[in-house]
């Protein structure tokens, strides 16, 4: 979408509504300092306007899936997609997954730390936020799946045998 059009279409709106990790939220949308720019990405919202930073950006070109949020349950890159796109979107980070009753985290999460699938953790958002969505959509998946499913998380620092091992893990256990 350009920017151009982007203002056009949101210019009738100049309201935002999103749902982000079951938390309703009303962005303006307009170029004062505390509204929402019509070329402000996903990405830049979360995190400076929300103050949601478990969302990393880190090519801010999407090639490395380090942003990769759930919008209505599917993977998407933050960088990549405007907030005014998000219109009456459930966005899910992974601050979303965590029980907030409970503080337990998502048993995915869990899997990550139980398996060692981090270190220095900059990409393992991304990363679990693509997992789960693969979850979310097939619980039972090889490692074939697995790995296509995180084809586009890209990490410097881990071997992706302990990222596809924690996915299948978690897997398992949900089962």
Do not use: W
């Not at 306007?49 to 990393?56: I, N, P, R, Y």
């Not at 759930?70 to 960088?79: H, V």
């Amino acid at each position: 979408m350009t920017e151009k059009y982007a203002e056009e279409r949101v210019s009738a709106e100049q309201t935002i509504h999103l749902t982000v990790n079951g938390k309703p939220y009303e962005l303006n949308v307009g170029s004062k300092p505390d509204q929402v720019g019509p070329s402000h990405t996903l990405a830049h919202t979360l995190r400076e306007t929300l103050a949601l930073t478990g969302t990393k950006v880190s090519c801010d070109n999407g090639a490395c899936g380090a942003c990769t949020v759930l919008t209505d349950g599917k993977a998407i890159l933050s960088c990549m997609t405007l907030t005014v796109e998000c219109h009456e979107k459930v966005i899910t980070t992974i601050e979303g997954l965590m029980d907030p009753k409970t503080g337990r985290l998502d048993p995915l999460q869990q899997s990550f730390i139980d398996e060692t699938a981090f270190q220095c953790g900059f990409c393992t958002p991304g990363i679990i936020m693509s997992a789960k969505a693969l979850l979310d959509e097939n619980p039972s998946p090889d490692e074939k799946e697995v790995k296509e499913a995180l084809s586009g998380n890209f990490c410097r620092c881990i071997s992706h045998y302990q990222v596809v091992g924690a996915v299948l893990a978690a897997s398992e256990k949900a089962r």
